[in-house]
């Protein structure tokens, strides 16, 4: 081994990013707010480990995603048409 290397023309190779463990999946750090995360990881608990958190929140994007979840202008006129029922 040298004391010294001449590494003025040397050039950075590519950089392959890592093999996905199952096809279609991707590796990401997010950051998401701690009550979100507990809203799900109980949802999982229940579940006695049949499904993981990660797989309850990525199942909640995907409906979102598909126009599955419900709209928040049709829960609003639910509870309003609850509400003036009860009222009425």
């Keep these: 081994m040298k004391d010294r290397y001449d ?9 392959l990013p890592e093999r996905s ?5 991707v590796k990401l750090s ?3 707010d701690e009550d979100v995360v507990d809203y ?5 608990d229940k579940s ?3 499904v993981g958190y990660q797989t309850l929140i990525n ?11 419900p ?3 049709d829960t609003l006129r639910r509870i309003l ?4 029922r009860r009222a009425g």
Excluded: D
């Design 7 to 15: 590494l003025t023309k040397a050039k950075r190779g590519r950089i």
């Design 21 to 25: 463990l199952e096809s279609g999946k």
């Design 30 to 32: 997010i950051r998401l």
């Design 40 to 44: 799900f990881n109980a949802i999982a």
């Design 48 to 50: 006695g480990g049949q």
């Design 59 to 69: 199942s909640a994007l995907r409906e979102y995603m598909e126009g599955k979840s």
């Design 71 to 73: 709209k928040i202008e």
């Design 81 to 84: 048409r609850e509400e003036l």
